[in-house]
């Protein structure tokens, strides 16, 4: 028997039951990347020397906070239904504002400039006695286009006065206390995206509260940003599409030590240097920095007939599509001959970043 499409909204069978439209990869409907913070490539919890201020944590989101270690940050299962991972933020240094942010690229955002967009997550706090002034807002940038200051703020102020941004970006809507309570609950904010040169929009969500308890958590899921005037459901992603708008900015290549934890074949160019070419998994907004953990034999370069241990590598000629890293100082070898790069210490780590 023939069904019917109800719009964007699903579709209406002969029995007159209607049924969710599924995603489609190829919409974006929400234009923040890893709203439900399923992605975790940088780790799933980040404690005094990497949750910094203006720091990168969960996929696509940095922490601010007034001054350094304010808040540690995990990717928990403390959920509302039907989302499996939340933000949480747990207070480490009292009576200091905190939140998060996301940048979004201008190829993402630039039909949402000069309209209407509507932010929406689901929030809650595990006390109201202190942590009761979370807010949040639609930034506009002004600057150059994907070229974004992310420390936005210039000062934090007091208590209940909204931070005060940076030159180049302003709050498109006031932001006010969204009384945040102990129970999951949906909030959203509507703003009109209409700064004169706006290149990018930021998303910013924190808590405005000066006298804060140790050990106080705000938990953040399912945030969107959509185009319009009215939240809708919470657009969630398959994790395959997620994970790759998310390599897009940053790409975890290795990490461990494993003779199974390939970062890619290299070659011996000459002698004395060897290469490795990472031909990214989709490509990325911009040709990638390095980002290295670097140590005595933290790297191995294995042939059939030999070994070689090394500290680091050096990147050569990124590009959005491909990269090389070689090491020049620490392996030798027959010109042309190849083998399997892998990382050899636990706390070896690889990864190309081309954040906002």
Not at 131 to 142: E, G, P, Q, R, T
């Amino acid at each position: 028997m023939p069904v019917s499409i109800s719009g964007t909204n699903g579709v209406t069978f002969p029995d007159n039951s209607l049924q969710a439209a599924a995603a489609s990869p190829y919409v974006l409907k929400n234009r923040i990347i890893n709203g439900g913070f399923d992605i975790a490539q940088r780790g799933t919890s980040f404690v005094s020397g990497s949750n910094n201020d203006d720091t990168y944590n969960l996929d696509r989101w940095y922490v601010l906070s007034d001054g350094n270690d304010a808040v540690d940050i995990t990717q928990t299962t403390t959920v509302p239904t039907g989302a499996k991972y939340s933000i949480g933020l747990d207070v480490e240094t009292v009576n200091k504002k905190f939140g998060i942010a996301q940048i979004i690229e201008n190829v993402n955002c630039y039909d949402a400039i000069g309209g209407n967009v509507t932010l929406s997550f689901q929030a809650k706090v595990s006390a109201t006695t202190k942590l009761d002034n979370v807010k949040c807002a639609v930034i506009a940038w002004s600057g150059t286009a994907d070229t974004v200051t992310s420390d936005i703020i210039s000062a934090w102020g007091a208590e209940g006065t909204n931070p005060t941004l940076i030159a180049n970006a302003t709050y498109e809507n006031t932001p006010a206390n969204l009384n945040v309570t102990t129970s999951f609950a949906t909030y959203s904010v509507t703003a009109n995206v209409d700064t004169a040169s706006t290149a990018n929009i930021i998303v910013f969500i924190w808590s405005d509260v000066t006298d804060t308890t140790l050990g106080d958590f705000l938990y953040i899921t399912n945030a969107q940003l959509e185009i319009g005037t009215t939240a809708t459901p919470f657009e969630r992603r398959l994790y395959g599409q997620e994970l790759a708008n998310c390599q897009r900015y940053y790409w975890k290549v290795a990490s461990g030590a494993s003779s199974t934890n390939d970062i890619a074949q290299g070659v011996m160019l000459n002698t004395t240097v060897f290469v490795v070419y990472l031909q990214h998994p989709v490509y990325m907004r911009t040709g990638p920095s390095l980002v290295q953990t670097t140590g005595t034999n933290y790297y191995c370069f294995e042939r059939s007939v030999d070994q070689d241990f090394f500290d680091s590598f050096t990147i050569s000629q990124p590009t959005a599509r491909l990269s090389i890293i070689y090491n020049n100082t620490q392996v030798s070898g027959t010109t042309g001959i190849s083998g399997t790069c892998y990382s050899n210490n636990a706390s070896a780590s690889l990864a190309l970043s081309a954040e906002l």
